[in-house]
């Protein structure tokens, strides 16, 4: 899968040459971009930015600059090109998995106040917030896309890691996980996790992973994924999924 991210700051995107993402791109399953938009300004100092017309505070990105660094990406045409801003839709993983089957994204970061919405207009790409709060540029945003979306990459997670996470799946929030020392600080790892008792195991973990999500976020059971057996189970811990 390909990423190219338009921006003013390539130097912000250290975080995913690490781990997981850095080491995807280095063996070629992934491959990250990063197009400075400043390298397309038309005047000597390099300008990208100016003035908004009407007036009010800020500075906002110039069309011109913005529409040649995207016109400047190889198959451009092709691509699924997205914008990350707080007008867009909440990113989700549902929308995370819909990305995924791309094969190649264009990821247009804003900074400052924003970019003027002519080249916007022109380019119109999908909108995507990732939540709803105010960010200094779309650089972060950018990164947060690319890391919940490159897990769905063949490769880039070892296998059996994908599909077990909150929301996937299912739609419920993580059992709690323990590993060695068996006693930390006095406190025993739960028994049942040393009995060797698989199908037993599954069952306890699949009732945490209920009673968390009903405990933490009531909301997201009610769009859960459950079977009968949950339900019996809900029912028992006289827990109702109507309100
Ligand atoms: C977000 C957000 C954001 C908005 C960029 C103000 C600079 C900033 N982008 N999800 N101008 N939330 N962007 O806050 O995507």
Redesign the pocket.
Known sequence: MKFDVLTLFPEMFEPIKQSIIGRATLKKILEINLVNIRDFSKDKHKHVDDTPYGGGAGMLIKPDVVYSSFKSIENHENAKVIY???Q?KTLTQKKVEELANEEHLILLC??Y??IDQRVIDKISPEEI???D??????EL?SMVLIDCVSRYITGVLSKGSTYQESFEGDGLLEYPQYTKPEIFEGIQVPNILISGHHENINKWRRKKALEITYNKRPELLKKANLTDEDKKFLAELNISLSD
Do not use: A, Q, R
Request: hydrophobic share 20%; proline share 11%.
């Open positions: 990350l801003t707080p867009g804003g900074h106040e924003g917030s990732i939540g709060y105010v960010l200094t540029g779309g945003p």
